[in-house]
C-alpha cells in the first residue's frame, strides 16, 4: 500500500495516495514515512484531524533516537529488509524484535502479529508476544501466549519458564509445577527452573520437597546472581514451614 501511495501521489492523486497511506500506517504501525506522508497530504486536503494523528505517530517514532542515536537508521534499514525481500517473515521478525527492545510495543506486537499470520506455530514469536502481555500485566493473556509456544516448540526452555511464570503469578502452581518440571528436565543447569519448581511445590504445601529442591537450584546458581538471592530468600520460607 505505501507504494501505491507513493504512485498515487506521483501522479498528483492526492485523495488517493492518502488512503493507502493510511492502510500502510494501519497495517504496520512502526512505518514512520507512511505517517509522515500522511500528515503532509492529509494537511494539504484539509483533514486537519487526521494530519494531526499521523504526525503524532510520526514524532513518537522519531523519540526513538533520543536514548539511541543509531535507532532510526537502524529503523530504516530493518524496514528496507523487509520491503526488498518482500515481505519476507524473518525480515518482519526481526523488525518486531527491534521494535520491542526499544520499548514501541504496540508497534511490536502488530509486526508479532504480521509474523503470526504466516507462521501460526511460530513459538519464538509466541514467546516475544506473551513477554510483551506479561509487561502490561495481563498475564491471563500473556500465558496464553506461552502455553502456545510451549505447545509449538515442547523443547523451548524460555516459554516453559516463562509459562510457569505466569502460572504462578495468576495462584496456579499445579499447572506451572507441570511447565518448570519440564524445565528442570531439559535444562537442570537453569537454576531459575530449580526456583520455580521449589516455589510451586511450597505453595501446595510441601515445604520438604521444596527445601530439597531449593539445593538443587543453589548448587546451579551464580554465587553473585539475583536467582542465587531469590533461592536462599525461598529456602527461609520454605524451612520456617517444615513440620
Known sequence: DFLIAQAAEGVGDAAEALAHYEKARRLDPSHSEAHYRAALLARRLGRAGLSDSAMASYQHLQQMAEGDPDALPELRTLREAVIESGGQVDHIFALARFLGRHGYED???????????????????????????????????????????????????????????????????????????????????????????????????????????????????DPQGRTRQALLELQRKARSRLP
Open 107 to 221: 508497534e511490536a506486537l502488530n509486526r508479532f502479529q504480521a509474523v503470526l499470520a504466516r507462521r501460526p506455530d511460530d513459538y519464538r514469536t509466541l514467546n516475544h508476544i506473551g513477554n510483551i502481555h506479561l509487561r502490561r500485566h495481563q498475564t491471563e493473556a500473556a500465558l496464553t501466549a506461552y502455553e502456545r509456544a510451549a505447545l509449538a516448540g515442547p523443547e523451548f526452555g524460555p516459554a516453559l519458564l516463562n509459562a510457569g511464570t505466569a502460572a504462578m503469578i495468576l495462584g496456579r502452581p499445579r499447572r506451572a509445577r507441570g511447565y518448570f518440571e519440564r524445565v528442570v528436565t531439559l535444562t537442570p543447569r537453569v537454576s531459575m527452573g530449580w526456583f520455580g519448581l521449589a516455589a510451586a511445590h511450597l505453595e501446595e504445601g510441601r515445604p520438604t520437597v521444596a527445601d530439597s529442591l531449593i539445593d538443587e537450584g543453589l548448587l546451579r546458581s
